[in-house]
């Protein structure tokens, strides 16, 4: 059974840092292409970034590349997101997600993710 959770979140000021784990169970992690996204209610969700399946390659949405880092550790088969630089536009729920295709690369949206975590909130203060 695919699970991912999420952890990390909280509140933050702005300027400060954060970092969110999604720890996956349920398929090698390296495998699979796996994503951050984040939602504020009322709103579209929005990916964020993304680390593809074997040597990892890594893509970043333009709102967040510079601050946000994802990486990948296989062996505790949890990929991470090192927010910097958080703003009060920050402030969502971010969720981690894979990609259910062996070798999945990041070149696909949303639609292709194929499981989910639950989510975890992150607040940023002004």
């Known amino acids: 059974q695919v699970q991912l959770v999420e952890s990390g979140g909280g509140l933050v000021q702005s300027g400060g840092s954060l970092r969110l784990s999604c720890a996956t169970s349920g398929f090698t992690l390296n495998y699979y292409a796996v994503g951050w996204f984040r939602q504020v209610p009322g709103k579209e969700r929005e990916q964020l970034s993304c680390i593809s399946s074997g040597i990892g390659i890594t893509r970043y949405a333009d709102s967040v590349k510079g601050r946000f880092t994802i990486s990948r550790d296989n062996a505790k088969s949890t990929v991470y997101l090192q927010m910097n630089k958080l703003e009060p536009q920050d402030t969502a729920v971010y969720y981690c997600?894979?990609?259910?295709?062996?070798?999945?690369?990041?070149?696909?949206?949303?639609?292709?993710?194929?499981?989910w975590g639950q989510g975890t909130q992150v607040t940023v203060s002004s």
């Open positions: 997600a894979a990609r259910g295709m062996v070798g999945s690369d990041c070149r696909s949206g949303e639609q292709d993710f194929d499981y």
